[in-house]
């Protein structure tokens, strides 16, 4: 059983302290620790003393180096690994301490779960498989136990120490009566006690574990485990149909080829049973209707100019569109990728993950305009319905509504023929007719060149005064327009707060006016919630107030990406929920799933709780996608950083303001990585530090960011100095504070807590002490 705790404590000392045992299986002792050095929670394994001592201490960890190296997103990554105590008969290895629950849990709760359930939990353990086995490791205990969930995704665990103990086991463990591996998830190879394993057994172990989420049960059940290897070895594994009808074919196809008695008549490797089960995965979507992406409308007026109002259009008909309930909508973001492209609908429909397309066209001339609009299934490739709209501008809302009424109608009875329609009013910004019937159109047109520059204000140029020029050229013409000040009201917020374009305390002022007369002139008005929610959050320090405006945003209009994409930095900084912040940018990614910098927010997520090696094989994956994409590369180095790779963190802050053109954000990381790769050139930190100082005398500069810097360099009286100017100013880059990397080491100074408390976030203070 487990070793001594107190004799452990004393052995591991220097680098862990105990703090309860956590629960013991066929192997190891597992400990809730903190690690000493790395200041965070780990799961701390101890090997069995007789395991340890059949093992030997070298060749154990020898081989468990090969484990440490796996770096992949649903692989439960190991930090460390040694041995200790007088005699050295401790050999332990540490994993990230994950609070949510394991498949078993779900599964004793559950007995059978949803079969998309089931199928995206296989799915995600294979490709940690397939990756594993690329790299020559074989699992060898594959078992709901080891499968954990974090935010709502896999993780397997213990990855490789089965394989570790086997190699380095040998014929002892046969001689000590140990064996590796659990009987009812062992393929009939592994339980006869050959040696050649190889990723045909993990598949085959795989292959149970997908059977009992679908059936409630494995395949092979017997009164005893003798009697259960045996049936392994002579019958064939039953269809999972015959004891759950409702699973696809193709499902339960694949089942049946992991489950093979003959390892050559199972699929190669995990990745193949992957790859079947992302067929099976993109066919179901492909064939539910209620999934759909409305594509940019094309521009047919004569005027080339008219693409504001074309773009525009598009928005408009997403927003009427996400107001049908139970319809799913990929947002704009997404959408907007295959502009001028022609791509294949069934590619599209791939990639944006839907089984409906919206594409039209819009002309446009004088105060008419005429919208077609065809709906299309992706599976079969065929029109399911076609029409065309003629209308005065003014009542262009109505037409956009009518749209959203006749994809309503003709899906209803198709995905959900039960499912009442909520009215577009309550549900998402600019589009229901009822909040203007009749509108003026030179307004409405100035609000959609507005919109059109508001979207490209991070490409330089004029775009930001344009796209302020539009919506107040909107309000002048018709002051009851409530989306204009919707759409002011955020343009605002993100200045302060996405762009740091402009002090908090000059437009901030400004987007909580534009916010309030919003939601006066409609109350459901989604956007306008979630402007004045950030307002609260950054500028008035209200966590209250700003949670319930992103709940009513969301609830308003549940396909609002932005809402879900706010969420997320609300659980992030200020509750520090880690699971739920992922949850919410999952949601986003859901809805805007080839947005990077949603992808690239989940990795900062990660960084901040700890993840460091699965965000660097995300973003590593973001950057093969988009090699330019700075933000991933500022990312990158916070996590090199935070994980003490100090020059592979230089690297990627420098190729960050490299691509950024000297933002403050990036110099501050450049700053903050030569300091900590400790190559003495802290010269260059000053430098750097200085030349934004003396860009604040010209342009607004974050004094958070200032103050930062000055922290890494040590000089933590000027850095408290910038932070106090950072609360003068509201600057909203302030709520970082509760995610800065230790090794700046703002948190060993007493002033961190008085900063803490003054900007609203005792409770984190008090949570930290109890």
Known sequence: MGSDIDSLSSALAERYRIQRELGSGGMATVYLAEDLKHQREVALKILHPELAVSLGAERFLREIEIAARLTHPNILPLFDSGRAGESSEFLYYTMPYLTGESLRDRLNREKQLPIDDAVRIATEVAEALGYAHAQGVVHRDVKPENVLFQAGHALVADFGIAHAVSEAGGARLTETGLAVGTPVYMAPEQAAGDRDIDARSDVYALGCVLYEMLSGDPPFVA?????????????????????????????????????????????????????????????????????????????????????????????????????????????????????????????????????????????????????????????????????????????VFAVQEEIARAIAGRLKSEVAPHAPQRHASRQRGPAPVTRSPRIDPAAYDAYLRGRYHRRRMFSGGDAIERALAGYREAIALDPGFAPAYG????????????????????????????????????????????????????????????????????????????????????????????????????????????????????????????????????????????????????????????????????????????????????????????????????????????????????????????????????????????????????????????????????????????????????????????
Not at 637 to 664: C, I, M, N, P, T
């Open 223 to 395: 009164s005893t485990v003798q009697a259960m290897l045996v049936r392994k070895a002579v019958e064939p594994a039953p269809s999972v149909s015959t004891v759950r009808d409702t699973v696809p074919p193709q499902v339960a196809a694949a089942v049946a080829t992991a489950l093979a008695r003959v390892p050559g008549d199972r699929f190669a490797n995990a990745e193949e049973f992957a790859q079947a089960l992302r067929t099976t995965t993109t066919r179901q979507q492909v064939a539910d209707r209620a999934t759909i992406a409305v594509l940019p409308f094309a521009n047919l007026s004569a005027d080339p100019e008219n693409e504001y109002f074309s773009d525009g259009i598009t928005e408009e008909i997403i927003n009427a569109v996400a107001a049908i309930r139970d319809l799913r909508v990929t947002a704009r973001t997404s959408a907007f990728q295959f502009k001028g492209k022609d791509d294949d609908i069934r590619d599209i429909g791939r990639k944006l993950g839907v089984g409906t397309i919206l594409e039209g066209s819009v002309r446009k001339v004088g105060d008419r305009v005429r919208v077609t609009a065809q709906l299309i299934d992706v599976a079969a490739g065929f029109h399911i319905w076609s029409e065309r709209f003629d209308s005065e501008l003014r009542d």
């Open 487 to 770: 759409a002011l009201a955020e343009l605002h917020v993100v200045l302060s707060i996405g762009f740091g374009a402009r002090p908090s305390r000059e437009v901030m002022p400004e987007a909580r006016t534009a916010a309030e007369r919003a939601l006066s002139l409609d109350p459901d008005l989604a956007e306008a919630h979630l402007a004045r929610a950030l307002v609260a959050m950054y500028d008035e320090w209200d966590y209250t107030a700003a949670k319930e405006g992103i709940d009513r945003a969301v609830a308003l209009n549940p396909s609002f990406v932005d809402a879900h994409f706010w969420a997320e930095w609300y659980f992030t900084y200020i509750e520090r929920d880690m699971e739920r912040a992922m949850e919410a940018n999952r949601r986003a990614a859901e809805l805007d799933p080839l947005d990077l910098n949603i992808a690239s927010r989940f990795t900062q997520v990660q960084i901040i709780f700890g993840q460091h090696d699965a965000a660097i094989q995300r973003l590593e994956d973001i950057l093969r996608m988009d090699p330019q994409h700075m933000v991933s590369y500022l990312e990158l180095a916070d996590a090199y950083g935070r994980r003490g790779d100090y020059d592979k963190s230089l690297a990627a802050a420098e190729r960050a303001l490299a691509l950024s053109g000297g933002q403050s954000v990036a110099a501050v990381g450049v700053a903050i990585a030569v300091v900590g790769a400790g190559a003495g050139d802290r010269d260059r930190a000053r430098e750097l530090l200085h030349q934004l100082t003396e860009r604040a005398d010209r342009e607004y500069v974050s004094p958070f960011w200032l103050g930062l810097g000055h922290a890494a360099l040590g000089e933590m009286d000027r850095a408290f100095e910038y932070l106090v100017r950072a609360q003068r100013d509201r600057d909203p880059s302030l709520l970082y504070i509760t995610a800065v990397p230790r090794l700046i080491g703002l948190q060993d100074d007493p002033r961190y807590e008085r900063v803490l408390r003054d900007i609203g976030l005792g409770h984190l203070v008090d949570r930290a002490g109890a």
